[in-house]
């Protein structure tokens, strides 16, 4: 299964790097999402996109959206990347890629956990979708640029 533009963006609940479980359902009627899922932590590509993301993360939120990453890391691999970096958006951990795989963010070069990014309006359906292992920064660019026309 693989979640295209114009889907209803499915439901989940996984913990964030602060021990909280945070739900893609508290986000609707109230902010566009951006998920972004990725390999790994701390890796070199994982690393520039995250902080791709992080230096557009004010851009993102004045336009009434909010950043979320997801990788099979736990909480506190999370929580030393985010400090780490100065991260400050929620990261979540996908223990097993049970949602990576409900939304089709499968396996890039077939053992890789794959880099794709949902654009996901207040409504839940999905407006975007940009899947690239190695273009870092168009992750960041495209979504910001698909929730400036939302």
């Not at 939304?103 to 207040?122: L, N, S």
Request: glycine share 8%; aromatic share 12%; net charge neutral.
């Amino acid at each position: 299964m693989s979640i295209k533009i114009g889907d209803t963006a499915p439901n989940f609940t996984l913990p964030s790097q602060n021990g909280t479980n945070v739900s893609l359902s508290d986000f609707r009627n109230q902010k566009a999402v951006v998920l972004y899922f990725y390999p790994k932590d701390d890796t070199p590509g994982c690393t520039i996109e995250s902080c791709a993301f992080r230096d557009q993360y004010q851009v993102f939120k004045n336009a009434g959206a909010e950043v979320i990453g997801v990788s099979g890391d736990s909480p506190e691999s999370h929580q030393k990347f985010a400090a780490k970096h100065n991260l400050p958006f929620t990261l979540l951990t996908d223990k097993g890629d049970q949602i990576r795989k409900q939304y089709g963010a499968t396996m890039a070069f077939g053992f890789i956990p794959g880099r794709v990014t949902y654009v996901i309006d207040k409504e839940g359906i999905v407006r975007y979708v940009f899947d690239s292992m190695l273009n870092f920064q168009g992750h960041v660019q495209e979504s910001l640029k698909t929730i400036q026309e939302l």
